[in-house]
């Protein structure tokens, strides 16, 4: 049996035209529990006895130092519980602390889709050094996404400087065949000079490249990958 938030958030899913597949991957559920629950809203929920423990009294605790140091380790906790009177062993409190971050709720979030030719998105990564003799250089990968073919173009450079950035985007535009209505960044310095909320401020040397193709530039939200 499952409790009655999961019951509720089935529900809600699927209002938002989630497919019973898309439910079960995005609950961790079984597709036929899914279905289940969809057919029969109602069916009881039998919580199960919980035995008692020692951890008990220091169980809201333990949540309110996790909520604030996400990455707190067992020992750490371990004392802080004891100075308060708890006297077990540590293995319940990794037991514990596994069971808190195991079940952290996930953000469910829509497909997104985009018209053909409509957006890129691009990206830098980061692929370690070239030797070259006694000497080695950094090297760089420019990704370039199709939004809505999911086309990919990279190409690798030793520079993201201004001018690579440029160079690399046109010979995209070429391997594309034409040019997007967007391109989509996160907030890399040659494209966004600052940004202060959703107010953002792009590169001059990054508009003016974009101006002759009519290319709007569209900046992420920080710390937000989707």
């Known amino acids: 049996m499952i409790d009655s938030r999961t019951v509720f958030e089935i529900h809600r899913l699927k209002?938002?035209?989630?497919s019973k597949r898309q439910i079960a991957?995005?609950?961790?559920?079984?597709?036929g529990t899914v279905k289940k629950y969809l057919k029969h809203p109602d069916t009881a929920y039998k919580p199960r006895k919980v035995r008692s423990s020692k951890l008990d009294p220091y169980r809201e605790l333990i949540k309110e130092m996790v909520a604030q140091y996400p990455k707190v380790k067992a020992p750490v906790v371990l004392r802080q519980i004891h100075d308060k009177g708890f006297d077990g062993e540590i293995t319940i409190?990794?037991?514990?602390?596994?069971?808190?971050?195991?079940?952290?709720y996930k953000e469910a979030f829509i497909r997104f889709e985009s018209g053909p030719g409509q957006q890129i998105q691009i990206d830098w990564g980061?692929?370690?050094s070239l030797a070259y003799g006694n000497s080695s250089r950094k090297l760089y990968a420019l990704a370039v996404?199709?939004?809505?073919s999911r086309m990919l173009?990279?190409?690798?450079?030793?520079?993201?400087?201004?001018?690579t950035l440029h160079q690399s985007l046109v010979e995209a535009f070429s391997y594309f065949g034409g040019t997007p209505k967007e391109?989509?960044?996160?907030?890399m310095l040659t494209a966004v000079t600052e940004r202060v909320g959703s107010m953002v401020r792009f590169n001059e040397s990054f508009l003016n490249f974009l101006r002759p193709f009519s290319i709007t530039p569209v900046a992420c939200n920080i710390k937000a990958p989707h």
């Not at 991957?25 to 597709?31: I, S, V």
């Not at 173009?153 to 001018?163: G, I, L, P, R």
């Open 15 to 18: 209002e938002m035209l989630f």
């Open 25 to 31: 991957q995005t609950l961790n559920l079984d597709r």
């Open 93 to 104: 409190v990794r037991d514990y602390l596994k069971h808190l971050r195991h079940n952290v």
């Open 126 to 128: 980061h692929f370690g």
């Open 145 to 148: 996404i199709e939004s809505h």
């Open 153 to 163: 173009y990279v190409v690798f450079t030793h520079s993201q400087k201004q001018e």
């Open 183 to 187: 391109i989509v960044m996160d907030n």
